[in-house]
């Protein structure tokens, strides 16, 4: 059943809320109404449709593509949980204060469960409210994150690579922690991890960590390579103006290239897709976010037609 939620004021200025299209905006403030007290949903493309946009003319795989371009920029997260898939909504509890958290009968995020293993402890306010309690949970410590945010306690250093809708910055205190239970007990842990090296292509709803001496390194320098030749043929493709060095890009291009990929499947996915130039509400799709996020490459990269099928039908299209 749907729920009264709060819209803060803070997302009418939300970098990352303007970043997207203006219907995932729209489905990320109306998405919270049909989430428990702890920002989870289940999650059915079908279903979301009815629920969010049921009297729009939005279908039910244009919902899936919101979802993906909302994750794209770690407003959401999507995981699998007892044989079905489940919506998180990303710092929930921020901007959400139940008057009675109710205990949830729908299964936690991984991040979530760690930390409050128990939805019903949750509940009754037994989850950890301070910052010493939650770094003791964090392998890395708060000061494994500053060491790697850099040098300031308020974590301003950490810039773009730790954004999120609440344009969230390194907890380092109390006051950041406290009242934020269960979405910010899992930032610091989670950072923690970012901040070690770990889980940077294990799920692209963590932000890349970019150190100065990534531009050195003779892997890294691969990975731009690839993704310079990727982006310049979606360019070229279906004319498009997509930086090739963009945090976000090279965040998909580096977690592909992990599973084994090469330049030729970003450029074939490119290609397998490239029909949906000829579609009004498909072709804003046409982009890195989409073609080249986990849920969809490989489903892409083997649709029929290939490179050279789709060359023969656009040849003199552009």
Known sequence: MAKIRSVSPSACI??????VSDRAALMFLLLPCHCDDYGVMPYHPAKLKALVFPMRDVT???????????????????????GASWLHVTNFSKYQHPA???RSDWPLPPWLAAQCPDSAATAQGQCPDSAE??????????????????????????GENFASPDNRQCPDSAATVQGQCP????????????AAGEG?????????????????????????DVAAQAVAHLNRRCRRKFKDDSPATLRLVRARMREGHTAADFIA???????????????RYLRPET??????????????????????????AF
Not at 66 to 77: F, I, P, T
Not at 134 to 153: D, L, P, Y
Not at 201 to 215: Q, S, T, Y
């Open 133 to 158: 309690a939650v770094r003791e949970q964090c392998a890395g410590s708060a000061e494994a994150v500053q060491g790697q945010c850099g040098s300031s306690a308020e974590g301003a250093e950490c």
């Open 269 to 283: 996915v490119v290609d397998n897709k490239a029909h949906w130039m000829t579609d009004p509400k498909m072709r």
């Open 14 to 19: 939300s970098p990352d809320l303007a970043a």
């Open 60 to 82: 039910a795989d244009e919902c899936a593509l919101l979802v993906d371009e909302l994750s794209a920029h770690d407003m959401v997260s999507v995981y699998e949980a007892e």
């Open 200 to 224: 940077e292509g294990e799920g692209e709803n963590h932000r890349a960590i970019a150190h100065p001496a990534d531009f050195d390194d003779p892997a890294e320098q691969i990975v731009r």
């Open 100 to 102: 009675r958290m109710r």
């Open 291 to 316: 073609l080249w996020c986990a849920k969809h490459f490989e489903s892409y990269l083997n649709e029929g037609g290939g490179a050279d099928d789709a060359a023969g039908e656009y040849s003199g």
């Open 183 to 194: 979405d910010s007990a899992e930032a610091v842990p989670r950072q923690c991890r970012e």
